[in-house]
């Protein structure tokens, strides 16, 4: 393991893990909560039944790294990093930053109400999946900026969703979903009021 860091596995509560290289490390069992792991590398890294409330992956390397319900990601701060193929399954993400996030094509398997006040703002969401056991419930879910080429919206409950434009709405699958004003149909989408953003990733 690479980078800074002031712990040792598998215990890394509020743990300085910025740059780490973390690909491959066994981390079963590892307490991550509250670490910053700004810029690691956590390609493939299976975060399920691991405690990771308040950890910080800002521009991490999260390619085809696993959630699931026993992660507390409220909160959690994804902005700028790479999340292709990445899962989260029935992973807590209420109010979860996701700014300039590449996610294509990650899943998102929804719990009750754990998908609630995301910020997807500017984030790459092409061929994503947003699927649950019942109509997910994407409530103050911000989209401003968001490119959702083939996202998967079906049957979701978009009405209180913010940021969705036509454009955005006709690229994506939203067969069955309930539109943002709680519509039907693409042509009675209100028009979206998204501020200026001028937040970039670095190279």
């Known amino acids: 393991m690479t980078g800074v860091q002031t712990c ?3 215990i890394c509560v509020h743990a300085l893990l910025i740059g780490a290289d973390l690909e491959g490390v066994n981390t079963f069992g590892g307490d991550f909560s509250g670490a910053d792991l700004s810029g690691a590398n956590l390609k493939g890294v299976k975060f399920t039944d ?4 308040g950890a910080i992956f800002r521009s991490a390397i999260l390619k085809s790294a696993q959630f699931d319900s026993s992660n507390n990601l409220s909160g959690a701060d994804f902005t700028c990093a790479d999340l292709g193929n990445a899962t989260f399954v029935g992973a807590d993400l209420s109010n979860a930053v996701f700014r300039n996030a590449h996610l294509q094509p990650a899943t998102f398997r929804a719990g009750e109400d754990t998908l609630t006040g995301i910020d997807f703002s500017n984030a790459d969401l092409r061929s994503v999946i947003f699927t649950g056991a019942s109509r997910v419930k994407l409530d103050g879910v911000n989209f401003c900026g968001a490119i959702l080429d083939g996202a998967d919206l079906t049957n979701t409950d978009l009405s209180g969703a913010t940021g969705l434009t036509l454009e955005q709405l006709r690229v994506a699958k939203t067969a069955g979903a309930v539109l943002p004003g709680g519509s039907s149909r693409l042509e009675d989408v ?3 009021n998204c501020p200026i953003q001028v ?3 670095g190279k």
């Open 8 to 10: 040792a596995l598998p």
């Open 50 to 53: 691991r405690p990771v409330p």
């Open 190 to 192: 209100p028009k979206a």
């Open 199 to 201: 937040e970039k990733c």
